[in-house]
């Protein structure tokens, strides 16, 4: 059965730090991977995703994410954190070929402090 | 582009009553939509999955009569939530999946809080 693992259930970073976001993900079939951010009362803002080819992966906001297949992570990073940053993030995956859903993490708050 | 609205965006009401939620893709076609529930502080729960044109397919122990959903269009799904019970109080969120180009994605609506007294 598919799963996501977000280990940590808040991540407190300052402001201009890097932050790095856990990720872990289990799957029969090839995984599509996904971060979502959550702001309060709202729904979910697609960040980036991966699919195939190179293992680091650039989206929103200046986020990235590294795939690591042996490690069957998903990882989200930041170079430079912003205040404005501060949400609940999710991790998602999708078993393709098996299921086809997309599984949540129990995702990760994320404070940035100035 | 691929933004997904709910209607309301909150909703109170009494014990018994229903409710319906609308989900609409504003500027894609979405020939697969979804429901999510999200409980405090949890993460998401798939609820159904809403194809156009056809009928639900519903997530075990999700009572596919309490929670109806139409998929009437390439842009719009509702979800009525009939009799409705405190138990039923929750943040219901919607996503659609793009008919062509980013298939793979869903894009999330706002969500819709409903409170039942």
């Given at each position: 059965?598919?799963?996501?693992?977000?280990?940590?259930?808040?991540?407190?970073?300052?402001?201009?730090?890097?932050?790095?976001?856990?990720?872990?993900?289990?799957?029969?079939?090839?995984?599509?991977?996904?971060?979502?951010v959550q702001y309060p009362n709202r729904g979910l803002q697609?960040?980036?995703?991966?699919?195939?080819?190179?293992?680091?992966?650039?989206?929103?906001?200046?986020?990235?994410?590294?795939?690591?297949?042996?490690?069957?992570?998903?990882?989200?990073?930041?170079?430079?954190?912003?205040?404005s940053?501060s949400a609940l993030?999710?991790?998602?995956?999708?078993?393709?070929?098996?299921?086809?859903?997309?599984?949540?993490?129990?995702?990760?708050?994320?404070?940035?402090?100035? | 582009?691929?933004?997904?609205?709910?209607?309301?965006?909150?909703?109170?009401?009494?014990?018994?009553?229903?409710?319906?939620?609308?989900?609409?893709?504003?500027?894609?076609?979405?020939?697969?939509?979804?429901?999510?529930?999200?409980?405090?502080?949890?993460?998401?729960?798939?609820?159904?999955?809403?194809?156009?044109?056809?009928?639900?397919?519903?997530?075990?122990?999700?009572?596919?009569?309490?929670?109806?959903?139409?998929?009437?269009?390439?842009?719009?799904?509702?979800?009525?939530?009939?009799?409705?019970?405190?138990?039923?109080?929750?943040?219901?969120?919607?996503?659609?999946?793009?008919?062509?180009?980013?298939?793979?994605?869903?894009?999330?609506?706002p969500?819709?809080?409903?409170?039942?007294?």
């Amino acid at each position: 059965a598919q799963s996501v693992a977000q280990p940590e259930d808040q991540v407190n970073v300052a402001e201009g730090n890097p932050l790095t976001v856990k990720c872990t993900y289990s799957v029969s079939g090839n995984p599509y991977l996904f971060w979502y951010v959550q702001y309060p009362n709202r729904g979910l803002q697609f960040l980036l995703k991966y699919i195939t080819g190179d293992n680091l992966v650039k989206g929103s906001y200046g986020f990235e994410a590294e795939f690591n297949k042996s490690q069957t992570s998903f990882h989200l990073k930041k170079p430079s954190a912003l205040v404005s940053d501060s949400a609940l993030y999710f991790c998602a995956v999708r078993d393709i070929g098996n299921t086809d859903k997309l599984i949540f993490g129990t995702g990760t708050r994320l404070q940035v402090f100035p | 582009g691929a933004v997904v609205s709910q209607h309301p965006s909150w909703v109170i009401c009494k014990s018994g009553t229903s409710v319906k939620i609308e989900c609409r893709s504003l500027d894609f076609q979405a020939t697969t939509m979804f429901w999510y529930r999200q409980f405090p502080k949890q993460s998401l729960m798939l609820m159904a999955t809403s194809n156009e044109g056809s009928k639900a397919t519903y997530e075990q122990g999700v009572e596919k009569d309490k929670f109806l959903i139409n998929h009437a269009s390439l842009t719009l799904s509702t979800l009525t939530v009939t009799s409705a019970h405190p138990e039923d109080s929750s943040f219901y969120i919607c996503s659609a999946e793009p008919a062509s180009g980013a298939t793979d994605t869903q894009y999330f609506g706002p969500g819709t809080r409903l409170t039942v007294l």
